[in-house]
């Protein structure tokens, strides 16, 4: 992911470094993404796929949400 450029997965937030996570929350917020990237997480964590699953328990987690 570039400088700038917002996360469009949960993997992409899995690699934000931690001094990232407040500004890019805030951004995604601005503009109305958190939502759609909350539906992806969310049937992702549905999918019969376990990585996918893990992948999406963990963004959850590192974007401050108790799993």
């Known amino acids: 992911m570039t400088v700038g450029q ?3 997965s949960p993997a992409d937030i899995l690699k934000l470094l931690d001094a990232e996570l407040p500004e ?7 503009a109305h993404r958190m939502s759609s990237l909350l539906r992806q997480i969310h049937r992702d964590l549905g999918s019969g796929d376990r990585a996918l699953r893990q992948t999406s328990r963990a963004a959850l987690e590192r974007l401050g949400f108790v799993v």
């Open 6 to 8: 917002l996360p469009n």
């Open 24 to 30: 890019t929350f805030r951004q995604l917020v601005r």
